[in-house]
Nanobody
């Protein structure tokens, strides 16, 4: 069983940046792809980005390409989400998630992620 703890959210002005972190424990972190999802008030959860087990492959939703960067440090069991040029529409709770199986090559299917953190709130003011 994996435990995921997100941090780094907060209130920022439009145009600003944030770096979210997600610390994992309980399973061999380096064997699993990791992803970030977000959920805005009144909306469904959105799959934002993912990174494979080694960090050599990434996926981004079209809505965040060019502004979001996912990375991981397997030595620290941590995945990061760098968010630049923040927009009010980025306001949401951001969740990290882990794929259910190890060493998957397909990291772009949200249903393959089965473990979730508690989320961290990102609020962007205009």
């Amino acid at each position: 069983q994996v435990q995921l703890v997100e941090s780094g959210g907060g209130l920022v002005q439009a145009g600003g940046s944030l770096r979210l972190s997600c610390a994992a424990s309980g399973r061999t972190f380096s064997s699993y792809a990791m992803g970030w999802f977000r959920q805005a008030p009144g909306k469904e959860r959105e799959f934002v980005t993912a990174i494979n087990w080694s960090g050599g492959s990434t996926y981004y939703a079209d809505s965040v390409k060019g502004r979001f960067t996912i990375s991981r440090d397997n030595a620290k069991n941590t995945v990061y989400l760098q968010i630049n040029s923040l927009k009010p529409e980025d306001t949401a709770v951001y969740y990290c998630a882990q794929q259910s199986r190890t060493y998957r090559t397909n990291i772009s299917t949200p249903s393959t992620f089965g473990s979730w953190g508690q989320g961290t709130q990102v609020t962007v003011s205009s």
